[in-house]
Structures are given as structure tokens and as C-alpha cells.
């Protein structure tokens, strides 16, 4: 098991900015590959962003592009995600998870979620 816990949600105005992190406590968390997701109420959980072990790729969601940044410290054994310019579809529960899996097919392991909501 690695335990993740996700924290830094909360309540922002649109065009304003906020960051989630996750702490991977207790795991040699440089040989996973790591990740956010969000789910909107209502609807599905959706991939936003993920980085590889060293932190040296990055994918994103195209809603994503160009407002969020996932970075990490493995040192600290941390993940985070800036998002900047925030609007209202943002508001979701977002998610950090890992996965050894070098192609992303699968994500082994979920923090418990952090609420964002972005307010018009």
C-alpha cells in the first residue's frame, strides 16, 4: 500500500488560482509514476495531469493545458499541482494517484480526494 494524502483544496473565485498537493508517506515513492484526477458531482472521474518518476515528463488534460502545473519532490515525497486561471467546470473533488505502471494504463493507488470549488 502507499498511502497518499491529498490536501490544498478550497474555495476560489474564477481567474484566481490555488494548489493541491499529495504526500506519499511511508514508500520509496521515486518508482512511482504519480497523478491527478478530478470528479465533478454528477459526473465520471476524469484524468487532469501526471508525472513520470523523475518529474522530467509531463502529460496533461486538454482542459489543463496551459493553466495547471504538476511538479514533484521526491526528496520530500511530494506531488503538487498549481491551477491557475480557475473557472466554475473546475469545481470537482480532485485526486492524487500513483502507479508503476510505465504505461498509465492502470493506477494502483488513490489519496482520498480534496474539494475544489471555483466560484463565478
Known amino acids: 500500500q502507499v498511502p497518499l494524502v491529498a490536501s490544498g483544496g478550497g474555495l476560489v473565485q474564477a481567474g484566481g488560482s490555488l494548489m493541491v498537493s499529495c504526500a506519499a508517506a511511508g514508500c520509496a515513492c521515486r518508482s512511482y509514476r504519480m497523478g491527478w484526477f478530478r470528479q465533478a458531482s454528477g459526473k465520471e472521474r476524469e484524468f487532469v495531469a501526471r508525472?513520470?518518476?523523475?518529474?522530467?515528463?509531463?502529460d496533461y488534460a486538454d482542459s489543463a493545458k496551459g493553466r495547471f502545473t504538476i511538479s514533484r519532490d521526491n526528496a520530500l515525497n511530494m506531488e503538487n499541482m498549481k491551477m491557475n486561471s480557475q473557472n466554475p467546470e473546475d469545481t470537482a473533488v480532485y485526486y492524487c494517484?500513483?502507479?508503476?505502471?510505465?504505461?498509465?494504463?492502470?493506477?494502483?493507488?488513490w489519496g482520498q480526494g480534496t474539494q475544489v470549488t471555483v466560484s463565478s
Open positions: 508525472i513520470n518518476r523523475s518529474g522530467g515528463s509531463t
Open positions: 494517484s500513483a502507479t508503476q505502471d510505465p504505461f498509465y494504463a492502470r493506477w494502483d493507488y
